[in-house]
C-alpha cells in the first residue's frame, strides 16, 4: 500500500485544478510554442492545450517533477474511473446525488489511492493490482471485487 498521495491531497488538487482548468480553457497555447519531447524512437511536440497536459503541469509545479507526473497520473485514474463507470458506482452505492452535487464515497477513494503505487524506472505511469490490462486504467470488476472484500 503506497500512502503518499492521500484522500486530502486527491481532494484539495481536484478542487484547485478544475477551477483553474475552467478559468484557463479558453485560453490556447500556439502550436510552436509547445515543447517538443524526445524518446529514442520518437519525437514530437506536446500539446500543451489538452486538459492532462495542463494537470501535469498543474502537478509538477506543486510537487516536482517526478512526484507531480506520478500523482497526476493517480488522479487522472481515479477521475477516469468515475466517468467511464458512473452506472455501476451508482449500483453499488459508491456514488449517489445529494442536492445537485454527485458525491463519491470517501473511503472508496482513499481504497483506489492506497492501492496504487509509484512506478519503477524507466515507468512514469503509477501501477495497481486493480488495472485492468489497459493500464494505467483501473478494471471496475477488480476494483468492485476489492471493494466488497475491503
Not at 74 to 88: S, Y
Request: glycine share 4%; proline share 5%.
Amino acid at each position: 500500500m503506497d500512502s503518499s498521495y492521500t484522500y486530502e491531497m486527491f481532494t484539495e488538487d481536484s478542487l484547485i485544478f478544475n477551477r483553474l482548468y475552467a478559468e484557463t480553457m479558453d485560453i490556447n497555447v500556439p502550436e510552436d510554442e509547445w515543447p517538443v519531447a524526445e524518446f529514442t524512437d520518437l519525437t514530437y511536440r506536446v500539446d500543451q492545450n489538452m486538459m492532462e497536459t495542463r494537470l501535469v503541469n498543474f502537478m509538477r509545479e506543486k510537487y516536482g517533477e517526478k512526484q507531480g507526473t506520478d500523482f497526476s497520473w493517480r488522479l487522472m485514474c481515479v477521475w477516469a474511473l468515475f466517468r467511464d463507470h458512473q452506472e455501476g458506482l451508482r449500483e453499488e452505492s459508491l456514488i449517489w446525488d445529494e442536492e445537485g452535487t454527485t458525491l463519491i464515497d470517501e473511503d472508496f477513494i482513499r481504497m483506489l489511492l492506497g492501492s496504487m503505487r509509484a512506478p519503477e524506472p524507466p515507468r512514469v505511469l503509477p501501477v495497481s493490482e486493480l488495472f485492468g490490462v489497459d493500464a494505467p486504467e483501473f478494471d471496475i470488476e477488480k476494483v468492485i471485487g476489492d471493494w466488497d472484500t475491503h
